[in-house]
């Protein structure tokens, strides 16, 4: 069983719209989790952070956190198509994990104008 | 803050021959740096973990030898692939992290084709 799993994709939403991307996790000590954007050919880079349950926006950007049903979420608002990429859910366990994440099998989101 | 910059860029080696690759953390220091490998169209894979000043940590299934890791310093890891085969032709990328953060920022990747 995957420890992390997202949404299975690919997702396509029309400009203007909100993504919705979700993410589950199997290790319920879990402390901190991550989104990350990854265009085709380029490394992953971080959106957001989240560590407490409840809703942490930035900008068209907004993570939601339930740690009592293990599940993660991030919505995009007002979608645009530069928004087109791979989404990674990352989850730190902590503990002896060593600061290792574990990633989900990612989201592929496409934008169509 | 936290660039993390890697060097090549893209690489195009010699089958047999070894390949070093660098990580640096440019404006903090990483206590903890991660390499992984992406095939096309394949999530990422974590290969090994490193801690400044000590061995890495390698994932099942990587070999230690072949893929030589050092970090010598608190803003530099290299990875070497050794004796480079077709088949570790990847897309090689870092990544760091600071003490007391759980973040990793990533670098830009390393592409590395063995001909």
């Known amino acids: 069983q995957k420890e992390v799993e997202q949404n299975s994709g690919p997702l396509s939403v029309p400009e203007g719209a909100i993504a919705s991307l979700n993410c589950t996790y199997s290790?319920?000590?879990?402390?901190?989790f991550f989104w990350y954007r990854q265009y085709s050919g380029k490394s992953p880079e971080l959106i957001m952070s989240?560590?407490?349950?409840g809703d942490k926006e930035d900008g068209r950007f907004t993570a939601q956190l339930n740690k009592a049903s293990q599940y993660v979420s991030l919505l995009i608002r007002d979608s645009q198509p530069s928004d087109s990429a791979t989404y990674l859910c990352?989850?730190?366990?902590?503990?002896?994990?060593?600061?290792?994440?574990?990633f989900g099998q990612g989201t592929i989101l496409t934008v169509h104008p | 803050g936290a660039v993390v910059s890697q060097h090549p860029s893209w690489v195009i080696c010699k089958s047999g021959t070894s390949v070093k690759i660098e990580c640096r953390s440019l404006?903090?220091?990483?206590?903890?740096m991660f390499w992984y490998r992406q095939f096309p169209k394949q999530s990422l894979m974590l290969m090994a973990t490193?801690?400044?000043?000590?061995?890495?940590?390698?994932e099942q299934g990587v070999e230690k030898d072949k893929f030589l890791i050092n970090h010598a310093s608190l803003t530099l890891s290299t990875l070497t692939v050794t004796s480079a085969h077709p088949e570790d032709s990847s897309f090689y990328i870092c990544?760091?992290?600071?003490?007391?953060?759980?973040?990793?920022?990533f670098g830009p990747g390393t592409r590395l084709t063995v001909l």
């Open positions: 404006d903090f220091q990483a206590t903890t």
């Open positions: 990352a989850v730190y366990a902590g503990g002896t994990s060593y600061g290792k994440l574990t």
């Open positions: 290790d319920r000590v879990s402390q901190s």
């Open positions: 990544s760091a992290r600071l003490a007391g953060d759980d973040t990793q920022y």
């Open positions: 490193s801690n400044e000043g000590s061995k890495a940590t390698y």
């Open positions: 989240i560590y407490s349950n």
